[in-house]
């Protein structure tokens, strides 16, 4: 069964650091890009980062560039996402997405809930 | 680039069809046949319906449909069930700058 498991969440402070991980099973990790997408508390989806399969093509969102960075293990089949100089705007649930061909998220995690504190 | 435009509900009546619009504008859904429709349950994660405009993953049901017209993208569900009333968000692919738009989502009542 195809699965995406994140963790890493919780309170934070404004100005404060985590890192959100997304561990996947099921299906080859290596061959994959993948996305992390947010949602804030009631309001709609956010994208925020892409990796390719190999880490060699990145990109992020304005709204968090300069502030968070994507990575990837995939020996470990781990998806990164290092959250830095947290505003209380990056409150929000955050999801990793895996991305079969451009356009399509088809997998997504259960997601996990960050907290900024001000 | 702002996110894309979507009406905040629609209804509709088991058996009935009902279209979401999204739109958008010449740099993202005008421009890339790249639109892909999510549906989200509260508390779930979101499940794609829709990709590439109107391609329908294995799995997801033919009252699904996708088009797009100029800047304007449509999600069609015929035959409204019970377990279709959820939260629809569109997506656009909107060039290497921006990358990917989402749509303020849609909540779908079935009444």
């Known amino acids: 069964e195809v699965q995406l498991v994140e963790s890493g969440g919780g309170l934070a402070q404004a100005g404060g650091s985590l890192r959100l991980s997304c561990a996947a099973s099921?299906?080859?990790?290596?061959?994959?890009?993948m996305n992390w997408v947010r949602q804030a508390p009631g309001k709609g989806l956010e994208w925020v980062s892409y990796?390719?399969?190999?880490?060699?093509?990145?990109y992020y969102a304005d709204s968090v560039k300069g502030r968070f960075t994507i990575s990837r293990d995939n020996a470990k089949n781990l998806l990164y996402l290092q959250v830095s100089s947290l505003r209380a705007d990056d409150t929000a649930v955050y999801y990793c997405?895996?991305?079969?061909?451009?356009?399509?998220?088809?997998?997504w995690g259960q997601g996990t809930l960050v907290t900024v504190s001000s | 680039q702002s996110a894309l435009t979507q009406p905040a509900s629609v209804s509709g009546s088991p058996g009935q069809s009902i279209t979401i619009s999204c739109t958008g504008t010449?740099?993202?859904?005008?421009?890339?046949?790249?639109v892909s429709w999510y549906q989200q349950h509260p508390g779930k994660a979101p499940k794609v319906m829709i990709y590439?405009?109107?391609k329908r993953p294995s799995g997801v049901s033919d009252r699904f449909s996708g088009s797009k017209s100029g800047n304007t993208a449509s999600l069609t569900i015929s035959g409204l069930q019970a377990e279709d009333e959820a939260d629809y968000y569109c997506?656009?692919?909107?060039?290497?700058?921006?990358?990917?738009?989402f749509g303020g989502g849609t909540k779908l009542t079935v009444l």
């Open positions: 997405a895996r991305e079969p061909r451009l356009g399509l998220f088809d997998c």
């Open positions: 099921g299906f080859t990790f290596s061959s994959y890009s």
């Open positions: 997506c656009s692919y909107a060039g290497t700058s921006t990358n990917w738009l």
């Open positions: 010449s740099s993202d859904v005008g421009s890339y046949s790249l």
């Open positions: 990796i390719s399969s190999s880490s060699s093509t990145i």
């Open positions: 590439e405009g109107s």
